[in-house]
Structure formats: structure tokens, C-alpha cells
């Protein structure tokens, strides 16, 4: 397919801290679903079925695929066909999704929120849960000390590279996404747990500018619950875990909401 036919990308980083009002949410995220998983995406298909179906909105925040071409991967890519009709079931039958760009699908557009009629979220932004406001976010941009990925993180979230990269042939973008996630791959053997995980202070920073004391995101696959003091008040982070059905053992799980307090919930296989 010509790089014509591809979507042009959305703004991955929106104006203004956007808020959004939750009644009974499910919070995902990581699931990085590809070809390479079947497991992992046949447990998705059937969380949508029957997990997320008896809340009334998903919000998955971020990197719910393995990597993301361009829209136009809805036309013949099996992966994405069967994520896209499962969130649209969910959603023709009243439920909200919301979806928020990661570090690795950050090129999800209109095309997929038409296929699926998703929503977009902004990273970050404040959720109202049972009167409670919860700033939410996938998490990468606060990984402040891995500074090679952050070099990476500012180009790539530039309109003028998205739309380059989009112009050019699928097998292109297919190659240098394959390129990409090995590069990536090594890279990590090289640094740190600590490099790649969040910097708390940067943390602090944002809770501070939303002025929020509590946070779910994902990104790091360190799932956990921080609790710590934010300018004397309690506060907290929520790290989502990500999802790997194929491995032993295996590993997922989504955050939800019991009697207006966040709840970790394990996904059996």
C-alpha cells in the first residue's frame, strides 16, 4: 500500500490537562499485542468479552500494540482487525473506551478511533473517579534519566517526523519499526533498572502541575503501589502491569474500582 493511503497522525501531546468523568473504570495497559503473542491476544479478545464488558469504560494508557505503522494497518493485518472489532462490540454495546497513546503505538489516528469509536486521551490527563480526581499518563515521559530515550521521545512526537514517516511505503515502516524494537531490545541490556524507570522527582513535578496526590500509568512493566509524601500530603502511584499470556509464568492484570478505592485485579489465564 502507498504511503498516500495512510492516515495522518494525531496530536499525540494535546493542549491543556484534559479531565474526564469515570462511573465504573477498568485501567489497562502494555499489553503490546502482535502477531508474536496469540495467547496474549486471544486472553484480550477475551477480557473485552467478559471483564471489560461488565464495566462501563476502558481506558487503556498506551501500548496496547506491539508497534503501530499507521492506520491503514486496519485494512489487512489480523492483529489489528481483531483488537478493532473487539473494542467496537464494547463499545456498540454502550461502553466507553478510551485510548491513550504509548511510546510504542503513539501513531494510533482517527481512522482507529472511527473503527473502534474509541476516544482519545491526552497524556496526561485527571480523571473524576466517585469524586475522586486521578491523574493518569503512560508513564514514559518521566523516565527523565534514560536521556538517549528521551532524545528519541522529543523526535518522534514531532507532527513533521509522524507525517514523514506515515508518506513513506508500508514495507518501509514495517522494516523500520522491526529495526527500532531491536535496537531498543539491546539498548535495554546496556542500562539500568533505574535509568528506565520513572524519575520520581519529574513524578512529583507533574503531580504537582496537576495538582493531583494520586497517579496510574504504565509504561515501566514494574507494576506496584508507591506511596509516599507529596509537600507534606500523603500520595500515590499506581504502576499498571503489562500483559504476557505466552510466557510461564504469565503475566497481566488491569486496575479497577471497589467502593470508590482502586483495586489491583488479576486476570487468570
Same mark, same amino acid.
Given at each position: 500500500m502507498s504511503g498516500d493511503a495512510a492516515p495522518d497522525p494525531l496530536p499525540v501531546q494535546l493542549a491543556g490537562l484534559v479531565r474526564v468523568a469515570l462511573a465504573d473504570p477498568l485501567f489497562i495497559s502494555d499489553l503490546h499485542l502482535s502477531a508474536a503473542g496469540p495467547a496474549t491476544l486471544r486472553r484480550f479478545l477475551r477480557f473485552c468479552a467478559e471483564e @471489560?464488558?461488565?464495566?462501563?469504560?476502558?481506558?487503556?494508557?498506551?501500548?496496547?500494540?506491539?508497534?503501530?505503522?499507521? $492506520?491503514?494497518?486496519?485494512?489487512?493485518?489480523?492483529? @489489528?482487525? @481483531?483488537? @478493532?472489532?473487539?473494542?467496537?462490540?464494547l463499545t456498540d454495546r454502550g461502553r466507553r473506551v478510551h485510548v491513550m497513546h504509548g511510546n510504542r503505538d503513539l501513531l494510533l489516528g482517527a481512522g482507529f478511533l472511527r473503527a473502534t469509536g474509541a476516544q482519545l486521551l491526552a497524556d496526561p490527563c485527571v480523571a473524576t473517579i466517585a469524586g475522586r480526581e486521578v491523574l493518569l499518563a503512560h508513564g514514559d515521559a518521566w523516565c527523565t534519566q534514560d536521556t538517549d530515550y528521551m532524545r528519541f521521545r522529543a523526535t518522534v512526537r514531532q507532527e513533521a517526523t509522524q507525517r514523514q514517516f506515515l508518506a513513506g511505503p508500508r514495507a518501509a515502516r514495517l522494516a523500520f519499526m522491526g529495526a527500532a524494537r531491536q535496537q531498543s531490545e539491546a539498548g535495554k541490556q546496556e542500562k539500568s533498572m533505574a535509568i528506565m524507570d520513572v524519575t520520581p522527582a519529574a513524578v512529583? $513535578?507533574?503531580?504537582?502541575?496537576?495538582?493531583?496526590?494520586?497517579?496510574?500509568?504504565?509504561?515501566?512493566?514494574?507494576p506496584a503501589t508507591h506511596r509516599f509524601e507529596l509537600d507534606g500530603r500523603p500520595a500515590e502511584r499506581r504502576v499498571l502491569p503489562d500483559w504476557d499470556f505466552d510466557a510461564q509464568p504469565v503475566r497481566g492484570g488491569a486496575i479497577g474500582v471497589k467502593d470508590g478505592e482502586l483495586v489491583d485485579l488479576r486476570l487468570p489465564a
Amino acid at each position: 500500500m502507498s504511503g498516500d493511503a495512510a492516515p495522518d497522525p494525531l496530536p499525540v501531546q494535546l493542549a491543556g490537562l484534559v479531565r474526564v468523568a469515570l462511573a465504573d473504570p477498568l485501567f489497562i495497559s502494555d499489553l503490546h499485542l502482535s502477531a508474536a503473542g496469540p495467547a496474549t491476544l486471544r486472553r484480550f479478545l477475551r477480557f473485552c468479552a467478559e471483564e @471489560a464488558s461488565r464495566h462501563a469504560e476502558l481506558l487503556i494508557l498506551g501500548d496496547l500494540f506491539e508497534y503501530w505503522i499507521g $492506520d491503514d494497518a486496519l485494512s489487512d493485518d489480523e492483529v @489489528a482487525r @481483531a483488537v @478493532a472489532a473487539a473494542l467496537r462490540t464494547l463499545t456498540d454495546r454502550g461502553r466507553r473506551v478510551h485510548v491513550m497513546h504509548g511510546n510504542r503505538d503513539l501513531l494510533l489516528g482517527a481512522g482507529f478511533l472511527r473503527a473502534t469509536g474509541a476516544q482519545l486521551l491526552a497524556d496526561p490527563c485527571v480523571a473524576t473517579i466517585a469524586g475522586r480526581e486521578v491523574l493518569l499518563a503512560h508513564g514514559d515521559a518521566w523516565c527523565t534519566q534514560d536521556t538517549d530515550y528521551m532524545r528519541f521521545r522529543a523526535t518522534v512526537r514531532q507532527e513533521a517526523t509522524q507525517r514523514q514517516f506515515l508518506a513513506g511505503p508500508r514495507a518501509a515502516r514495517l522494516a523500520f519499526m522491526g529495526a527500532a524494537r531491536q535496537q531498543s531490545e539491546a539498548g535495554k541490556q546496556e542500562k539500568s533498572m533505574a535509568i528506565m524507570d520513572v524519575t520520581p522527582a519529574a513524578v512529583d $513535578d507533574a503531580l504537582r502541575v496537576a495538582g493531583q496526590t494520586m497517579l496510574i500509568h504504565g509504561h515501566t512493566h514494574r507494576p506496584a503501589t508507591h506511596r509516599f509524601e507529596l509537600d507534606g500530603r500523603p500520595a500515590e502511584r499506581r504502576v499498571l502491569p503489562d500483559w504476557d499470556f505466552d510466557a510461564q509464568p504469565v503475566r497481566g492484570g488491569a486496575i479497577g474500582v471497589k467502593d470508590g478505592e482502586l483495586v489491583d485485579l488479576r486476570l487468570p489465564a
